[in-house]
């Protein structure tokens, strides 16, 4: 029997990837365990590292996300934006870093530039966002909104995008949202 197999090539590639540097807050990590952020910034190694298959659900995020930025960058022209991905982003007076999954910037008026922060999920969250008649989880709009406060951007969104079959939500997040900023 050939000893090849494409399983466990991207077994290693989602395990040999690194997290997090533990110098900075990362806004990815708001609505997390707080204890688990807290330990990353003392540079301690979780006890009970992620399972290969919860690697591999976080790798198809960024394959799906990749996706959305190439039909962005190919069309956003159209509109007068050019498009930044993964641009970083850094407050220094709270110790945050990260970086953004698109900036969209516009030419003419930057009064107009937007900030979308993308999240994966199953086809299941768009049944129970209906079913409980709400719009997107607090702690990804407190993401897209750090984002924005950083590069004093006035309005974000937040987009749900399903893996299962490609269903898409659009949350506005607005800069001046008093609950966002507290």
């Not at 399983?7 to 990590?29: C, G, M, T, Y």
């Not at 190439?70 to 220094?92: F, R």
């Not at 993401?143 to 950083?150: C, H």
């Amino acid at each position: 029997m050939i000893d090849f197999s494409i399983q466990n090539l991207i077994n290693a590639f989602v395990q040999k990837e690194d997290r997090f540097d533990p110098d900075h807050w990362h806004p990815s990590a708001i609505g997390g365990c707080l204890r688990g952020a807290f330990l990353s910034r003392k540079g301690v190694k979780p006890s009970i590292p992620f399972e290969t298959r919860t690697l591999r659900v976080f790798q198809a995020g960024k394959i799906f996300e990749t996706f959305v930025r190439e039909i962005v960058q190919n069309e956003a022209n159209k509109y007068g934006y050019s498009v930044l991905a993964n641009h970083p982003i850094e407050i220094k007076d709270w110790n945050v870093k990260g970086e953004t999954d698109i900036f969209l910037l516009k030419r003419e008026n930057s009064e107009e530039n937007l900030i979308y922060e993308i999240k994966t999920v199953h086809s299941n969250k768009f049944w129970w966002m209906e079913k409980e008649k709400r719009g997107a989880d607090e702690h990804h709009c407190e993401q897209t909104w750090l984002y924005m406060k950083a590069l004093e951007v006035k309005e974000g969104r937040t987009l749900y995008i399903s893996k299962d079959d490609l269903t898409l939500a659009e949350f506005p997040v607005k800069l001046d949202d008093e609950k966002l900023s507290q």
